[in-house]
Protein backbone atom coordinates (compact mmCIF):
# COMPACT_ATOMS: atom_id res chain seq x y z
CA UNK A 1 0.00 0.00 0.00
CA UNK A 2 2.55 2.74 1.14
CA UNK A 3 4.91 1.57 -2.55
CA UNK A 4 1.42 2.43 -4.61
CA UNK A 5 1.52 5.89 -2.70
CA UNK A 6 4.80 6.52 -3.50
CA UNK A 7 4.25 5.85 -7.07
CA UNK A 8 0.98 8.10 -7.03
CA UNK A 9 2.80 10.98 -5.51
CA UNK A 10 5.78 10.40 -8.25
CA UNK A 11 3.14 10.41 -11.20
CA UNK A 12 1.40 13.40 -9.44
CA UNK A 13 4.84 15.77 -8.97
CA UNK A 14 5.90 14.60 -12.47
CA UNK A 15 2.26 15.41 -14.21
CA UNK A 16 2.08 18.95 -12.26
CA UNK A 17 6.09 19.61 -13.26
CA UNK A 18 5.43 19.01 -16.47
CA UNK A 19 2.00 21.52 -16.53
CA UNK A 20 4.21 24.27 -15.15
CA UNK A 21 7.14 23.41 -17.84
CA UNK A 22 4.40 23.50 -20.30
CA UNK A 23 3.28 26.61 -19.16
CA UNK A 24 6.52 28.62 -19.06
CA UNK A 25 7.56 26.83 -22.45
CA UNK A 26 4.62 28.45 -24.46
CA UNK A 27 4.15 31.34 -22.73
CA UNK A 28 7.32 32.30 -21.13
CA UNK A 29 10.24 31.25 -23.66
CA UNK A 30 9.04 33.01 -26.25
CA UNK A 31 10.04 36.25 -24.60
CA UNK A 32 13.58 35.21 -24.25
CA UNK A 33 14.09 33.72 -27.96
CA UNK A 34 17.16 35.40 -29.64
CA UNK A 35 16.32 36.93 -32.56
CA UNK A 36 19.31 35.96 -35.08
CA UNK A 37 18.35 36.91 -37.90
CA UNK A 38 15.15 39.17 -38.58
CA UNK A 39 14.90 38.43 -42.61
CA UNK A 40 14.73 34.71 -42.79
CA UNK A 41 13.06 34.34 -38.80
CA UNK A 42 15.95 32.64 -37.33
CA UNK A 43 15.39 32.79 -33.90
CA UNK A 44 16.84 30.55 -30.85
CA UNK A 45 15.27 29.79 -27.65
CA UNK A 46 15.81 26.85 -25.06
CA UNK A 47 13.48 24.17 -25.31
CA UNK A 48 12.65 22.98 -21.59
CA UNK A 49 10.26 20.73 -22.17
CA UNK A 50 13.07 18.46 -23.97
CA UNK A 51 15.74 19.33 -21.14
CA UNK A 52 12.70 17.71 -18.54
CA UNK A 53 12.06 14.69 -20.87
CA UNK A 54 15.84 13.83 -20.84
CA UNK A 55 15.97 14.36 -17.29
CA UNK A 56 13.16 11.80 -16.59
CA UNK A 57 14.68 9.64 -18.82
CA UNK A 58 18.07 9.92 -16.69
CA UNK A 59 16.17 9.93 -13.25
CA UNK A 60 13.30 7.78 -13.89
CA UNK A 61 14.41 5.47 -16.64
CA UNK A 62 13.19 5.28 -20.82
CA UNK A 63 9.44 3.62 -20.47
CA UNK A 64 8.87 6.24 -17.78
CA UNK A 65 10.23 9.07 -19.99
CA UNK A 66 8.34 7.95 -23.07
CA UNK A 67 5.21 8.08 -21.73
CA UNK A 68 5.12 11.54 -21.07
CA UNK A 69 7.53 12.34 -23.99
CA UNK A 70 5.03 11.58 -26.46
CA UNK A 71 2.14 12.83 -24.40
CA UNK A 72 3.63 16.54 -23.71
CA UNK A 73 5.10 16.83 -27.25
CA UNK A 74 1.76 16.27 -29.34
CA UNK A 75 0.20 18.73 -26.60
CA UNK A 76 2.88 21.04 -27.53
CA UNK A 77 2.78 20.88 -31.13
CA UNK A 78 -1.29 20.69 -30.97
CA UNK A 79 -0.90 23.96 -28.97
CA UNK A 80 1.76 25.85 -31.16
CA UNK A 81 0.17 24.69 -34.67
CA UNK A 82 3.16 22.85 -35.97
CA UNK A 83 1.90 21.33 -39.08
CA UNK A 84 5.01 18.91 -39.33
CA UNK A 85 4.53 17.25 -35.29
CA UNK A 86 7.64 16.59 -34.88
CA UNK A 87 7.78 17.07 -31.08
CA UNK A 88 6.54 13.79 -29.89
CA UNK A 89 9.09 11.73 -32.19
CA UNK A 90 11.91 13.55 -30.50
CA UNK A 91 10.99 14.18 -27.22
CA UNK A 92 10.36 10.01 -27.28
CA UNK A 93 13.54 9.63 -29.12
CA UNK A 94 15.53 11.87 -27.00
CA UNK A 95 13.67 10.53 -23.05
CA UNK A 96 14.27 6.74 -24.74
CA UNK A 97 17.99 6.79 -25.48
CA UNK A 98 18.89 8.70 -22.10
CA UNK A 99 19.59 6.11 -19.98
CA UNK A 100 21.44 4.38 -22.60
CA UNK A 101 23.59 7.62 -23.08
CA UNK A 102 24.12 7.90 -19.76
CA UNK A 103 25.77 4.06 -19.32
CA UNK A 104 29.19 5.66 -19.20
CA UNK A 105 28.75 7.72 -16.34
CA UNK A 106 28.48 6.08 -12.74
CA UNK A 107 26.82 9.56 -11.33
CA UNK A 108 24.18 11.63 -12.88
CA UNK A 109 25.52 14.76 -11.78
CA UNK A 110 24.92 17.90 -14.10
CA UNK A 111 28.29 17.72 -15.41
CA UNK A 112 27.97 14.37 -17.01
CA UNK A 113 24.43 15.63 -18.32
CA UNK A 114 26.05 18.05 -20.30
CA UNK A 115 27.86 15.51 -22.12
CA UNK A 116 24.75 13.08 -22.28
CA UNK A 117 22.23 15.77 -23.65
CA UNK A 118 25.20 16.86 -26.27
CA UNK A 119 24.88 13.59 -27.41
CA UNK A 120 20.99 13.47 -27.72
CA UNK A 121 20.20 17.01 -28.70
CA UNK A 122 21.62 16.46 -32.26
CA UNK A 123 18.67 14.86 -33.10
CA UNK A 124 16.35 18.19 -32.20
CA UNK A 125 19.02 20.03 -33.66
CA UNK A 126 18.88 17.64 -37.24
CA UNK A 127 15.14 18.15 -37.23
CA UNK A 128 15.62 21.97 -36.45
CA UNK A 129 18.14 22.22 -39.42
CA UNK A 130 15.49 20.11 -41.75
CA UNK A 131 12.80 22.66 -40.84
CA UNK A 132 14.22 25.63 -40.93
CA UNK A 133 15.69 24.89 -44.21
CA UNK A 134 12.13 23.80 -45.73
CA UNK A 135 10.73 27.21 -44.31
CA UNK A 136 13.22 30.15 -44.49
CA UNK A 137 12.62 30.84 -48.03
CA UNK A 138 15.94 32.63 -49.29
CA UNK A 139 18.70 31.70 -46.24
CA UNK A 140 21.15 29.67 -46.98
CA UNK A 141 21.87 26.23 -45.46
CA UNK A 142 25.24 27.69 -44.06
CA UNK A 143 23.49 30.29 -41.93
CA UNK A 144 20.97 28.68 -40.60
CA UNK A 145 23.27 25.88 -39.53
CA UNK A 146 25.65 29.10 -38.29
CA UNK A 147 22.50 31.48 -36.62
CA UNK A 148 19.94 29.00 -35.80
CA UNK A 149 21.01 25.38 -35.34
CA UNK A 150 24.33 25.96 -33.55
CA UNK A 151 23.06 28.42 -31.11
CA UNK A 152 20.30 26.78 -30.63
CA UNK A 153 21.91 23.10 -30.29
CA UNK A 154 24.23 24.98 -27.36
CA UNK A 155 21.10 26.87 -25.28
CA UNK A 156 19.43 23.28 -24.96
CA UNK A 157 22.72 21.29 -23.65
CA UNK A 158 22.74 24.75 -20.70
CA UNK A 159 18.96 24.20 -20.32
CA UNK A 160 19.23 20.12 -19.78
CA UNK A 161 21.82 20.56 -17.07
CA UNK A 162 19.89 23.33 -15.56
CA UNK A 163 16.49 21.94 -15.38
CA UNK A 164 18.26 18.54 -14.46
CA UNK A 165 19.69 19.88 -11.35
CA UNK A 166 16.35 21.46 -10.65
CA UNK A 167 14.42 18.47 -11.19
CA UNK A 168 17.08 16.36 -8.69
CA UNK A 169 16.39 19.07 -5.95
CA UNK A 170 13.01 19.15 -6.14
CA UNK A 171 13.04 14.88 -6.43
CA UNK A 172 15.49 15.30 -2.69
CA UNK A 173 13.07 17.72 -1.06
CA UNK A 174 10.20 15.67 -1.77
CA UNK A 175 11.86 12.35 -1.38
CA UNK A 176 11.11 11.08 -4.73
CA UNK A 177 13.07 7.96 -5.32
CA UNK A 178 15.64 8.29 -8.34
CA UNK A 179 15.67 4.63 -10.47
CA UNK A 180 19.36 3.73 -9.74
CA UNK A 181 19.12 1.03 -12.29
CA UNK A 182 17.41 2.14 -15.20
CA UNK A 183 19.27 0.41 -18.14
Known amino acids: MLSFLKEKKTDFFFILLFAVLFVLSTQLMPFFAITFSKASGIYVKADILLAAIISLGLLRGKKYASYYAVTVGFLFDLYIGNPYCFSPFVFFLCGYFASLAA ?3 SHRTPLSVVFISAMLVWIKSLF ?14 FSILLLGVIPEYIANIIA ?24
Open 103 to 105: RPF
Open 128 to 141: SFFYLVATSGDSGA
Open 160 to 183: AAIVFAIIRILMALLRIPVKEDIR
